[in-house]
């Protein structure tokens, strides 16, 4: 089944092969491949083969480009996914967000253009927030 056919990028992308864990802050550009899990602070740019998901509480502050994008935290940047980005309700982006398809939990905050493929997805989330 391919990633298309489910609603949250989550319920595809498996448990993180990284974590930068909170109280802890990265620095520089981040490359590779394995998804990457941010519940602490990354400061710099990435180009990334893999998920990414800014978990509540987490940080990312530099342009974020990776194949598919989950914040729920803060993004401080430009944000540019192959495949799908999903903002959720607990999210704040600043900056510019680009992707395949775009869904965008209400209450989240995005100040910055919307640049999508597909249409944009508006949705309310039904199940508990998970990391």
Avoid at 16 to 42: D, M, N, R
């Amino acid at each position: 089944m391919g990633l298309s056919n489910f609603r949250r990028t989550r319920d595809v992308i498996g448990a993180p092969a990284s974590i930068i864990g909170e109280h802890t802050e990265f620095t520089g550009q981040l490359t590779g491949q394995g998804h990457i899990l941010v519940k602490g602070t990354v400061k710099g740019d990435s180009d990334l083969d893999s998920a990414v998901t800014i978990a509540p509480g987490g940080r990312w502050e530099g342009c974020l480009k990776a194949t598919e994008v989950i914040v729920a935290g803060t993004v401080d940047g430009d944000i540019d996914a192959q495949g799908k980005a999903e903002i959720r309700a607990t999210a704040r982006v600043s900056g510019s967000v680009t992707a395949a398809q775009i869904a965008i939990g209400e209450g989240a905050r995005v100040d910055g253009k919307l640049s999508t493929r597909d249409a944009v997805k508006h949705f309310a989330e039904k199940r508990a927030e998970d990391d």
